[in-house]
């Protein structure tokens, strides 16, 4: 585990979403082809910032559509 060194990485994901991208999705917990990086809201005070793989995009974004 190895969060603390995610902040300072936007530019390098940037780069990322223009190749396909291998990583631990911080959802499913598999390595997968990442689409982005989300940060998930456990509660007000706990957030988990990651990589998140297509799958689980899309999983997410229709329970976002659906709110
Ligand atoms: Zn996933």
């Not at 499913?28 to 005070?45: A, L, N």
């Amino acid at each position: 585990m190895a969060w603390y060194n995610l902040n300072s990485t936007d530019d390098i994901v940037k780069e990322f979403c223009q190749e396909r991208v291998i990583d631990r999705c911080i959802f499913c917990g598999q390595h997968e082809e990442i689409k982005t990086t989300m940060t998930i809201y456990f509660s007000e005070f706990e957030t988990n910032t990651g990589p998140i793989c297509k799958r689980c995009y899309h999983a997410n974004a229709k329970k976002a559509v659906m709110k």
